[in-house]
């Protein structure tokens, strides 16, 4: 994470607007709320600030920094802090009658292992070394005129001043309270101060970057974080907790109430062989002037899915079992979606292999599934025969064999279940080692049923594009939600993966209703009008301002999110030019929630780890156990209704995002 030096702490994540934090050099509407601590709250914040010999500034510094490092997950803090400034070198101040002060920087670093008594003892030590070097100049700390801090504390110790017509006793000749003018020029600044027997603590700011509820919410939040201390400041500082028990119903149950239907009792082969006999004559797949129909395409599918178990069943002398993993090795081609289809059908899981791949690459993952069987085209077969020269077991087959013509095209006897693999893809994962990801039918049929949903119009018919490579899960999405529901799939050849001029043509030529694609290819599409196209998709990145506008205008633009352990998307959202960092709410029968370091949920606006959780959960890594456990966890906020349905489990994304007040992520 950024240092808090460099810049300062990043407190956006706390405001209600997005707001230029280096361009405030002065309030044009301030705003204030206060907070009052009396009673026994404020009796046990004092009674703790005596036992650790700290004062209430000390106590409130901690609140105020303890509240950013949640928020921002910076592990040092940097908050502005006035001192004394009787001692700067000015001409006469000896003489000079008013209030002098200095504001310099307060750092506190945050380890895990620190106790709040521990850092309430280092705060307290930074205090007095601050108040030392109260001649500094703050002016020759920020270099280049960058502020090192975007938030200013103060501590009055002096009373309250006496207002007009009120007369303190103890003082013979007091002061008349007139008029009092604060101009800070912070974003936010925190005051606090003693009166009759309270804590008052004054929260300024300015509502084009703060609206007063959320003002009141961070001082509530402060409240908090002075309460727990008190209550118990031997804690680690990662126990405390900023959340309400409203907010945090807000979280693991109004934010996350997704359950919604999905066939979680049929494979994804059904799924097909039920659309099959809906619509057997409608178009299935377009490819360079090729096409087949729903039916031709299902008779093919079965008349490899035939293979596949022959093959296996002469090399192994056994029946194909549930979860065997068969590798295809093949170009974009009507024989692509034909073998995915057949592996499905036959009971076993798809492995998909770019002929692109460097040989070192496409060798690990033959290595490493130990695929009995691979699938490929004769144009590609030598080279299936160089993978498979160094001893693997395995077994070819062409899925553009004149053979396979004669094998019976009825639909197989028997098929997988739910529970079943349906394919395992490759990723390569931050350390650049590829892993292989394991996915189940259902919880792939729950994304597509998930997707299907965001369309205002009945797929069947609909004339949709598969931009994607096949070893990319996107591409199961671009594929099946085509196939499962109807839909006319159009496989993009190379040239208009390509050239943009050539997609925006075919899409009118086609006359398209879904266009996937990706965002860097969306920004490179002239920007004219289709007549047919009614959705556009994009994932993996942000849209392009100026591209984004243009196509939510004229069409429905939708920005999904998910890594390839969660069955292709997680969250989604219709797009708007308002923010483009948003990803969305969860789809259906899915959970996600913002974590600390610590697994603990932090409130709305704090920056953490995304976790999710529910239907689309992958089984795990194959031949991976140890990082199986260590990104797919046990849920620790899994109800008894969760645990009924299976969603146990929590996989950890590595992600930063933030809840915003809509119920929308920001990544």
């Known amino acids: 994470q950024q240092s808090a030096w460099e810049g300062g702490n990043d407190v956006t994540p706390l405001l209600t607007h997005p707001v230029n934090l280096a361009k405030i050099r002065q309030i044009d509407r301030p705003a204030a709320q206060t907070l ?49 400034g009787r001692d700067v070198p000015v001409e006469g101040i000896e003489q000079s009658v008013g209030l002098y002060i200095n504001t310099l920087p307060l750092c506190v670093d945050w380890s895990p292992l620190s106790s709040v008594s521990d850092i309430l003892q280092k705060i307290h030590q930074q205090v007095a070394a601050i108040n030392t070097h109260s001649a500094m100049s703050l002016a020759k700390l920020q270099q280049g005129g960058e502020r090192l801090f975007h938030s200013l504390m103060v501590f009055e110790n002096y009373p309250a001043p006496v207002a007009d017509g009120q007369k303190d006793d103890s003082i013979a000749n007091h002061l008349v309270f007139r008029e009092a003018i604060e101009k800070v020029d912070y974003p936010l600044s925190v ?26 919410r961070l001082l509530q939040q402060v409240q908090a974080i002075l309460l727990a201390v008190a209550r118990d400041p031997h804690q680690h500082h990662d126990a405390i907790t900023l959340l309400s028990m409203e907010e945090k119903h807000t979280l693991l149950t109004t934010f996350n109430q997704t359950e919604a239907p999905y066939p979680q009792d049929r494979s994804l082969a059904a799924l097909f062989e039920a659309q099959v006999a809906r619509t057997p004559d409608n178009i299935a797949l377009v490819f360079e002037g090729q096409s087949l129909t729903y039916r031709e395409l299902n008779s093919r599918a079965n008349q490899l899915a035939r293979q596949i178990r022959q093959t296996y069943r002469t090399s192994h002398q056994a029946e194909l079992p549930a979860d065997t993993l068969v590798a295809l090795y093949l170009d974009r081609s009507p024989e692509m979606v034909v073998s995915i289809l057949a592996v499905l059908k036959a009971g076993a899981a798809y492995v998909p292999v770019s002929p692109d791949y460097p040989v070192e690459r496409s060798a690990f993952i033959l290595e490493d599934t130990r695929a009995p069987l691979v699938i490929t085209h004769a144009p590609q077969r030598a080279s299936v025969d160089a993978l498979l020269s160094g001893g693997h077991d395995t077994r070819m087959i062409l899925a553009d064999s004149e053979a396979l013509t004669e094998l019976p095209d009825s639909n197989l006897d028997s098929g997988p279940s739910p529970e079943d693999l349906a394919y395992v893809i490759y990723t390569s994962g931050t350390t650049g080692q590829p892993k292989g990801v394991m996915v189940a039918h259902q919880s792939a049929g729950n994304t597509l049923q998930s997707m299907k949903a965001v369309y205002d119009f009945d797929l069947s018919g609909s004339r949709v594009s598969c931009f994607s490579q096949y070893t990319f899960d996107v591409s199961v999405s671009e594929m099946l939600n085509s196939l499962l529901f109807g839909g006319e799939l159009h496989l993009l050849g190379e040239s208009y993966r390509r050239d943009p001029h050539l997609l925006s043509a075919y899409i009118d030529a086609q006359a398209l209703n879904i266009l996937y ?60 030019r308002r923010n483009l960092n948003e990803i969305g709410k969860p789809i259906n029968n899915t959970q996600l929630y913002v974590l ?10 704090a920056v953490g780890e995304l976790y999710i959780g529910g239907a689309g959960l992958a089984r795990g890594y194959l031949n ?38 809509d119920g929308n992520l920001e990544y």
């Open 36 to 84: 009052t601590l009396a009673g026994a709250d404020y009796q046990q914040i004092k009674h703790t600030c005596q036992q650790f010999g700290v004062t209430l500034n000390v106590m409130l510094q901690f609140a105020w920094h303890k509240l950013l490092h949640t928020y921002t997950g910076d592990s040092q803090t940097l908050v502005g802090t006035t001192v004394s």
């Open 517 to 576: 694609v990706p965002p860097v290819v969306l920004a490179a599409l002239p920007q004219k009008q289709h007549a047919t196209l009614k959705t556009i998709l994009f994932a993996g990145e942000s849209c392009d301002p100026e591209a984004c506008l243009h196509w939510h205008q004229h069409y429905a633009l939708y920005n999904f999110y998910g890594p390839t352990e969660t069955s292709i998307y997680a969250a989604g959202k219709l797009t708007e």
């Open 596 to 605: 600390d370091d610590n697994q603990q949920l932090l409130p709305l606006g």
């Open 624 to 661: 991976r156990p140890v990082l199986t456990a260590e990104r797919f966890i046990d849920n620790p906020f899994a109800t008894d209704a969760d645990k009924a349905k299976g969603y146990t489990r929590l996989y950890r994304t590595g992600d930063l995002v933030r809840w915003l007040p």
């Open 191 to 216: 005051m606090g101060y003693e009166q009759d027997q309270t804590l008052v603590v004054k929260l300024s700011y300015g509502l084009d970057w703060l609206d007063d509820a959320q003002a009141q």
